[in-house]
């Protein structure tokens, strides 16, 4: 069965080097039951680590069923332990968040099997737990403990087991019963190993090796021959390449569920660990989520404030657009009258629409309410221009504005604080003293703590000019052209026309401007973009801190649950498997926070609008940002944690207090 030519290993202890094994060699055929004796820093441990390859030899040669096994990488060897040898340690190794039944399930999992229960179930029942499949080690005596560990290493159907100091932490009757249990296994054919320093122990084998200083001192057998008895179990030829072979194109190994499975019962396991990893990314992904819809709320409403100014439009002012730092001698400021649009008119078609407008304060009263506001004057097309057609009622019409009507549109505001929810078409209201009929509600634009666009009425220019503000002249010409392409060309033509009609030199060119409102837009979007960049960019450290949360809590994870992943690899799990499930586990943890953060984030954006009343919109996008950074975040920070746990020795792991 086995047969170990020349091995030995030498363990580095500081500046010193101890030889634990010195060119042993050794056979044991199948369905023998071997102890291996010796005091304590005799290498009987280190032989039964080599021999149920937890360990590698410095040198020398191992042979599995007539099959050299030297040299083989560390992921088949955990093939060969997972299907050949069962490992029963004296300190169980039993997990202890998760049943009997569960612990017994164990090397299934990586063998890929998928009826896991009804094996285990077995196994438990063979061994006498039948009625305590489903208690928690913690619920166990020692003695029922490490039967589960004894279920454990014959739920993969082995050839051989490997007992290290079996009954070390058990008491008399337990350990008569552990005993009894592997001479049965024994007689039904399984090659039995068992590592001891108590002699006791030893007599019940029929073949004692003792060991001293790293070397074989004695090999006792009872009996004058040495034979393997009628019903041992022998590997079946091939049987070690087949699952190699197999296991190589991955037609019998762990599955994707099965780590998720595991990652799922870890998690649970350690509910306040995963649940701190969670809240660290919840937070974060929350934060996402409100600081993005905060910035597109802010968007929208910028967006509704633009489209108040109108598009492709110019706004001509008289005064220059630089600052002089003196104000201009009287005379020379220029003034706009009706002539100068009538000239602008005349462009023809690089003009879509045109409006005259002047502006001031007046005080409206309307029964026993007043309020104070802006007025301005304005013609036809300042409705369609500025985004100004009544929601309620009608504008002027040419008619009423060239016989000066007495007629007004109200903002909103100003509707609300005279007549509350009431209709006021139709009503009159006084403003500075004058009877003025309101004929329309104009659309909502918005209001800021500096401005509200909707306190404000307008009428027709002339009536403001000549009845109500006593004004002889235009404060503000809009031209709206007829496209974006055509703004250039149209502001020239304007220049041009006012230049002409004022008779202006060289070097009085500035004495008006020209605003173009679709670099303010273009300014203003811009500045929406970078600010939502900039909270975006603000929740997305927080979400950094998160996953450096996850990656901390990870790190002591790994730590804390060094002898699991020593356990795992001693039954069959490769670097592989555990960098996976460590991996998955950080994800789900990135996952879930992502979930929640989701829904915590949309419920404070909706508060954030109840209680401060700021628009904002929560978009797919974010959400998809916000999911997709968590799990980027789990793989990130997940995976120096998941490549420590992979790289644990077995051996040191599973000795790690």
């Known amino acids: 069965m086995i047969e170990l030519k020349n091995i030995t290993k030498t363990y580095q202890m500081g500046s010193s080097e101890v030889k634990a094994l010195a060119g042993i060699s050794l056979k044991i055929r199948a369905g023998e039951l071997v102890a291996i004796m010796g005091p304590s820093g005799s290498g009987k441990s280190t032989l039964m680590h080599i021999l149920g390859f937890l360990d590698r030899p410095d040198s020398g040669e191992y042979f599995l069923g007539g099959r050299n096994l030297t040299g083989l990488s560390d992921k088949e060897l955990a093939v060969i332990r997972n299907r050949f040898v069962g490992f029963i340690f004296q300190q169980f190794h039993l997990l202890?968040?998760?049943?009997?039944?569960?612990?017994?399930?164990?090397?299934?999992?990586?063998?890929?099997?998928?009826?896991?229960?009804?094996?285990?179930?077995?196994?438990?029942?063979?061994?006498?737990?039948?009625?305590?499949?489903?208690?928690?080690?913690?619920?166990?005596?020692?003695?029922?403990?490490?039967?589960?560990?004894?279920?454990?290493?014959?739920?993969?159907?082995?050839?051989?087991?490997?007992?290290?100091?079996?009954?070390?932490?058990?008491?008399?009757?337990?350990?008569?019963?552990?005993?009894?249990?592997?001479?049965?296994?024994?007689?039904?054919?399984?090659?039995?190993?068992?590592?001891?320093?108590?002699?006791?122990?030893?007599?019940?084998?029929?073949?004692?090796?003792?060991?001293?200083?790293?070397?074989?001192?004695?090999?006792?057998?009872?009996?004058?021959?040495?034979?393997?008895?009628?019903?041992?179990?022998?590997?079946?030829?091939n049987a070690i390449s087949d699952f190699l072979t197999m296991s190589a194109k991955g037609e019998n190994g762990i599955k994707f569920l099965d780590y998720f499975r595991e990652a799922i019962f870890a998690t649970i396991a350690h509910k306040m660990r995963s649940a701190l990893s969670i809240l660290g990314v919840l937070i974060g992904v929350a934060a996402v989520i409100a600081m993005l819809a905060l910035g597109e709320g802010a968007k929208i409403s910028i967006e509704a404030q633009l489209a108040s100014l109108g598009s492709n439009l110019l706004v001509v002012r008289p005064g220059s657009s630089r600052f002089h730092g003196v104000s201009m001698e009287s005379g020379s400021v220029m003034r706009f009258t009706f002539q100068d649009v009538e000239a602008i008119k005349k462009l023809g078609s690089e003009v879509k629409r045109i409006s005259s407008t002047v502006s001031g304060r007046a005080q409206i009263v309307y029964g026993n309410k007043n309020w104070n506001t802006q007025v301005q004057g304005v013609d036809v097309d300042y409705a369609q221009m500025r985004a100004s057609v009544p929601v309620i009622g009608r504008f002027f019409t040419d008619y009423e504005v060239k016989m000066r009507q007495k007629e007004v549109v109200l903002g909103t505001t100003v509707a609300r604080e005279l007549f509350g929810d009431a209709d006021p078409t139709g009503e009159t209201i006084k403003i500075n003293l004058i009877n003025f009929r309101v004929v329309g509600i104009l659309p909502s634009k918005g209001a800021s703590p500096f401005h509200d666009q909707d306190d404000i009425i307008l009428v027709p220019v002339t009536t403001a000019m000549y009845r109500l503000l006593g004004k002889e002249y235009i404060d503000t010409i809009y031209v709206e052209a007829q496209n974006a392409a055509s703004i250039e060309p149209l502001t020239e033509s304007i220049t041009n026309v006012i230049v002409k009609q004022h008779r202006l030199g060289k070097g009085e060119e500035d004495s008006f401007q020209i605003r173009n409102m679709s670099d303010i837009k273009d300014t203003l979007e811009a500045t929406t973009k970078t600010m939502s960049f900039l909270l975006g960019a603000i929740a997305a450290i927080s979400l950094l801190v998160g996953g450096i949360g996850i990656m901390n809590i990870m790190l002591v994870s790994v730590t804390e649950r060094t002898r699991e992943i020593g356990l795992r690899k001693a039954i069959g799990a490769n670097d592989t498997d555990i960098m996976i499930q460590f991996l998955i586990e950080a994800v789900l943890m990135s996952l879930l926070g992502g979930l929640g953060g989701i829904v915590l984030g949309s419920g404070i954006s909706l508060l954030i609008t109840l209680f401060a009343g700021w628009t904002v919109k929560i978009s797919t996008f974010s959400i998809v940002l916000a999911t997709t950074f968590s799990l980027a975040i789990g793989v990130v920070f997940g995976l120096w944690p998941a490549k420590q746990a992979s790289q644990l020795n077995p051996i040191e792991a599973l000795r790690y207090e």
């Open 96 to 237: 202890p968040r998760i049943t009997a039944l569960e612990n017994t399930e164990l090397p299934l999992i990586y063998a890929g099997k998928r009826s896991l229960k009804d094996k285990a179930r077995e196994k438990l029942e063979l061994i006498g737990l039948k009625d305590r499949q489903l208690h928690r080690p913690n619920e166990l005596s020692g003695g029922q403990q490490q039967r589960v560990a004894i279920a454990r290493a014959l739920v993969n159907e082995p050839v051989i087991i490997m007992a290290d100091e079996p009954t070390g932490n058990l008491d008399s009757k337990s350990r008569d019963e552990i005993i009894s249990i592997l001479k049965r296994l024994n007689k039904e054919g399984k090659t039995v190993v068992i590592v001891t320093h108590e002699k006791e122990i030893a007599e019940n084998a029929r073949r004692i090796i003792y060991m001293r200083d790293g070397q074989i001192i004695s090999d006792n057998a009872s009996g004058v021959e040495r034979e393997a008895a009628a019903s041992a179990e022998h590997l079946p030829d």
